[in-house]
């Protein structure tokens, strides 16, 4: 899949955030020094012209699941991170680790959580029917592409489907939040290369499909005011 994906050109502009994002997409990879770190199997979803085509453009599973969600009592919602500490913690915790390695120390620790998730003015969420955060996502502006800095659910929780409402709402809300030139035009969510099985499965069924990408940093944005 990665080696037959198509390939495209993203063009990346914003802030200095966006641009240390960049640098580190464009690194050479740790492992394979010959190519940049995130250029082969780029998991990239075209974000469709409103949140009701993306829904009818994805897997019956994923529906359903989102379905099985929302029938649970889970609800969407934009939180702010701060108030949210233990429980963002208790996510972390649900399992001991993610994608075949340990929960890195600085997921459980509150003063690193803090400085991280709860550095962002907001993040989305899924809570339960108590009000309780049991999945968080955030992404970022970087051009014309959204990309995931964060999405992580609680483990006794990802059977109800959270993880498919999550996803859906996130699409729903860049979708809302693009630019009157229609960028961001894309949202990306790591790499298929390296994923689990689960994982890609997963990046499949939500709409995400594997790319070859070569960024290019362009600074502003094509409409932007030289002045």
């Known amino acids: 899949m990665v080696l037959r994906a198509p390939r495209i050109r993203v063009n990346a502009y914003g802030d200095a955030e966006a641009h240390d ?13 010959m190519t940049s770190a995130k250029k082969w199997g780029v998991a990239l979803m075209a974000l469709p012209d409103t949140g009701d085509a993306y829904l009818a453009s994805v897997s019956r599973q994923a529906r359903r699941a989102r379905a099985k969600a929302m029938a649970a009592g889970y609800h969407y919602r934009v939180v702010d991170p701060k108030t949210r500490i233990d429980e963002i913690i208790a996510i972390h915790a649900s399992t001991p680790s993610r994608q075949g390695r340990p929960m890195a120390a600085g997921y459980l620790d509150p003063a690193d959580v ?35 800095t964060f999405l992580i659910g609680h483990a006794d929780r990802l059977k109800d489907g959270i993880m498919y409402l999550l996803v859906e709402s996130i699409v729903r809300a860049c979708v809302a939040d693009r630019r009157p030139d229609g960028s961001p035009r894309w949202l990306m969510a790591d790499t298929f290369w390296g994923a689990s099985d689960g994982l890609a499965y997963f990046k499949e069924r939500t709409g995400f499909q594997a790319y070859t990408v070569s960024w290019v940093w362009t600074g502003n944005p094509p409409c932007a005011d030289p002045r």
């Open 21 to 33: 994002v960049f640098r580190a997409f464009t690194a050479r990879h740790r492992r394979f020094k």
């Open 114 to 148: 803090a400085a991280t998730v709860g550095s962002r003015a907001a993040i989305h969420g899924v809570l339960d029917g108590d009000g309780v955060l049991q999945a968080y996502g955030h992404v970022l502006d970087i051009g014309d592409a959204f990309t995931f």
